[in-house]
């Protein structure tokens, strides 16, 4: 397993892509984010997150989300209410479908001149990363529970 110095002083590892704080009210640096890129890079899925939220439980709920360009995100859609994205670093493109995957429209977020994206649609929505990395804060409702995000599948 990937050696995290600096996020195992501020978190706790849930999972081999996920952390969470260890109390509310934490910071955070550029140390962190090259510690959550090197997790990404040795895992299969090519992502990792820093939850800002010590609990699954919490009703708010903030990550600090890297992704490699080669990581994919499944269509999906939140059940219980929105989220937001602010872009840290790099780009991607966030891509809304309707009920049977057709294409309705993409959006652009970029931490240089298009950083913030909100999505409080009940249209399935995923991340397509264009730079080498997406590094972004995520920000939504809670709590976590896998009957609240319903991914698309085709019929």
Not at 18 to 30: D, K, Y
Not at 95 to 117: H, K, M, Q, W
């Given at each position: 397993?990937?050696?995290?110095?600096?996020?195992?002083?501020?978190?706790?590892?849930?999972?081999?892509?996920?952390?969470?704080?260890?109390?509310?009210?934490?910071?955070?640096?550029?140390?962190?984010?090259?510690?959550?890129?090197?997790?990404?890079?040795?895992?299969?899925?090519?992502?990792?997150?820093?939850?800002?939220?010590?609990?699954?439980?919490?009703?708010?709920?903030?990550?600090?989300?890297?992704?490699q360009k080669s990581a994919i995100e499944m269509p999906q859609r939140r059940k219980n209410g929105?989220?937001?994205?602010?872009?840290?670093?790099?780009?991607?493109?966030?891509?809304?479908?309707?009920?049977?995957?057709?294409?309705?429209?993409?959006?652009?977020?970029?931490?240089?001149?298009?950083?913030?994206?909100h999505t409080r649609s009940l249209k399935f929505h995923c991340l397509e990363i264009v730079s080498?990395?997406?590094?972004?804060?995520?920000?939504?409702?809670?709590?976590?529970?896998?009957?609240?995000?319903?991914?698309?599948?085709?019929?």
């Amino acid at each position: 397993m990937t050696e995290t110095p600096q996020l195992d002083e501020i978190a706790i590892r849930t999972a081999p892509e996920v952390f969470h704080a260890r109390q509310w009210g934490m910071s955070w640096n550029q140390e962190i984010i090259n510690e959550l890129k090197e997790v990404a890079i040795a895992s299969p899925r090519r992502r990792s997150r820093l939850c800002l939220h010590p609990s699954p439980d919490e009703h708010h709920q903030e990550m600090l989300i890297v992704l490699q360009k080669s990581a994919i995100e499944m269509p999906q859609r939140r059940k219980n209410g929105f989220d937001s994205k602010i872009a840290l670093e790099g780009r991607a493109t966030m891509r809304f479908f309707d009920e049977r995957g057709e294409l309705l429209s993409r959006c652009v977020i970029d931490a240089g001149t298009n950083p913030y994206l909100h999505t409080r649609s009940l249209k399935f929505h995923c991340l397509e990363i264009v730079s080498e990395w997406f590094v972004f804060l995520e920000i939504c409702k809670g709590p976590f529970l896998p009957e609240t995000t319903q991914f698309w599948r085709p019929e």
